[in-house]
């Protein structure tokens, strides 16, 4: 097998974002954009000679041609090992776990997250460290570096290796290993939760609506719920994971999991409903009648945890992102533990779980987690809820009624804008920027603004600092609006506003957001003025 090094030049566009390096299916698919990021993540680490590596990523469109370019230069590169899931499938977390279970020196994921797949649609790319999390700022920019002066990458000439085989093969040198995706991931099932407890729950006739969206955490719930759990048959719905999704938008929120809603809030309604993502790291969660904002879902879990074996001596301490809501703080505070707020992004977790400083974490973006492995994971959060539903016997909607009431119940929405022009979002952004030295004290739509800043983060552990992580303004009363442009889109920007409302009033715990969000979302856009610099009237999606 003949090992060539091809000639090349830098690629514009290769510099990394929150989660790797996400574009559009057809840029992966040029001439050499592939093989440049993929030479400059090894070159970028310090080579792979002699290491082993975790290969896997959500069954999106051009996952099996894109692993089979990856295995050959990984063997062109001198790598001893690659273990990738069965068909090239391989969940986020899934992936995380196998990293740390193997002591791989790290792994490469192909995933474009809750982004929609096919030819036309998005592909991603990302390198998990040895922690099996997300690659450090400081590794990301080693590997970016790479991108601007590669001039060529290493690549061997061979047949396909056969994902769908179980077992080893060779390519050169370097040993391929095919795995069950699915069973290292549910053995850490095991050990974390209660599974006769919740399986003694299916039996007594509890009902449940899994929607897969047609992704990756398909085989993992079919085979935990229904196979491992007792869950009925068809428990698990569009759990097939399919190139394009089933042409749809694999994010789970109310907006693009409208079937699930609409089930949820109709009288046949199951006890508890569920959706996950493309590569399986979020998480959707709704009662009959009662949807759950992730944020929200972070704080019951906190409060609840230890109901599961893994949590029963109690939490080190808790983080979430900056955008997430102050509800998981409250409860925090109640069970006299830390709660850490963190730039958006998963990676910031990875310090402080490795630390010993969080177990659990979350963010707004129905992402949740412990440390259990260096992702969000999205089929254990909701095997957390069965268990914690299972030893409460009490529905989602008293469960939340319940926090509410001891805690107070943070209101919450985010609006999103999505391609945006880049140069009018820049500067909306940088014109509210320019307002926040002298916004403290002032009176807007009634609200006074208690501060405001620009978010940014020292880290704790390794002492990193990182700047322009959000801007913050919070108001008397308990209400907060957080600005943002996102860095998980593919083209245009996504500007992100989150809008929070603090209620204590007994009697006002059960009221809409969009009521109860009224005045904090008119004095956030007035503030922003981001009408007139966008031209946008109306966001793309509210959740």
């Not at 789970?252 to 009288?267: C, E, F, G, T």
Request: aromatic content about 6%; some cysteine; hydrophobic content about 40%.
């Amino acid at each position: 097998m003949p090992m060539q090094n091809v000639r090349t030049t830098p690629i514009d566009g290769q510099k990394p974002g929150t989660s790797g390096l996400r574009k559009k299916t057809a840029v992966f698919k040029r001439p050499h954009f592939l093989e440049n990021y993929v030479q400059s993540i090894f070159d970028g680490i310090g080579g792979v000679e002699g290491k082993d590596l975790v290969v896997g990523g959500d069954g999106r469109f051009f996952n099996d041609d894109a692993i089979q370019i990856i295995l050959r230069m990984a063997a062109a590169n001198g790598a001893a090992k690659c273990i990738v899931g069965q068909g090239g499938i391989l969940s986020t977390p899934a992936a995380s776990h196998l990293i740390r279970l193997r002591k791989a020196s790290g792994g490469l994921i192909l995933s474009a997250s809750h982004n929609p797949g096919g030819p036309d649609a998005d592909f991603g790319l990302k390198y998990n460290g040895p922690n099996g999390g997300p690659a450090s700022e400081s590794v990301t920019d080693k590997i970016f570096a790479c991108t601007t002066k590669i001039d060529f990458y290493k690549i061997i000439a061979s047949d396909n290796i056969d994902l769908d085989q179980i077992g080893t093969q060779r390519l050169s040198d370097m040993t391929v290993e095919i795995v069950d995706p699915v069973a290292d991931y549910a053995a850490l099932m095991k050990t974390i939760v209660d599974f006769d407890k919740i399986s003694a729950l299916f039996a007594g006739g509890f009902t449940m609506c899994f929607d897969a969206m047609h992704a990756v955490t398909g085989p993992y719930a079919t085979a935990i719920l229904e196979g491992e759990l007792g869950a009925p048959a068809g428990t698990v719905i569009n759990g097939t994971p399919s190139p394009d999704f089933g042409g749809g938008h694999p994010d789970p929120n109310p907006i693009w999991a409208k079937d699930l809603m609409d089930r949820m809030y109709s009288k046949a309604a199951p006890d508890f409903g569920v959706a996950s993502d493309g590569d399986g790291d979020r998480n959707m969660i709704v009662g009959k009648g009662a949807y759950v904002t992730p944020s929200d879902s972070l704080a019951l879990l906190t409060a609840k945890a230890h109901l599961a074996p893994a949590y029963k001596d109690g939490l080190a301490g808790v983080a979430r992102s900056m955008p997430t809501s102050r509800a998981v703080d409250r409860v925090a505070a109640s069970l006299g533990i830390d709660c850490f707020e963190t730039p958006t992004g998963w990676k910031f977790f990875g310090n402080l779980l490795d630390a010993g400083k969080v177990t659990l974490c979350g963010e707004e973006s129905a992402g949740t987690g412990s440390d259990h492995v260096r992702e969000k994971d999205g089929l254990w959060a909701v095997l957390l809820w069965l268990n914690i539903l299972a030893e409460t016997g009490k529905s989602v909607a008293d469960l939340m009624a319940d926090l509410w009431a001891e805690h107070g119940r943070c209101y919450y929405s985010r609006l999103d804008y999505e391609d945006v022009d880049s140069d009018k979002a820049a500067a909306m952004m940088d014109k509210l920027r320019g307002k926040l030295a002298s916004l403290g004290g002032t009176s807007v739509h009634g609200l006074t603004v208690e501060a405001a800043d620009e978010f940014a983060y020292l880290d704790p552990v390794d002492g990193s600092e990182s700047k322009g992580q959000g801007i913050r303004i919070a108001f008397e009363g308990g209400a907060r609006a957080v600005f943002r442009l996102s860095g998980t889109g593919t083209q245009g920007a996504t500007i992100r506003i989150y809008l929070e409302q603090l209620e204590t009033d007994p009697a006002r715990l059960q009221e809409t957001p969009e009521a109860m969000l009224e005045t904090v979302r008119t004095t956030a856009l007035g503030l922003s003025d981001l009408t007139a610099m966008t031209g946008r009237t109306e966001p793309d999606v509210i959740t």
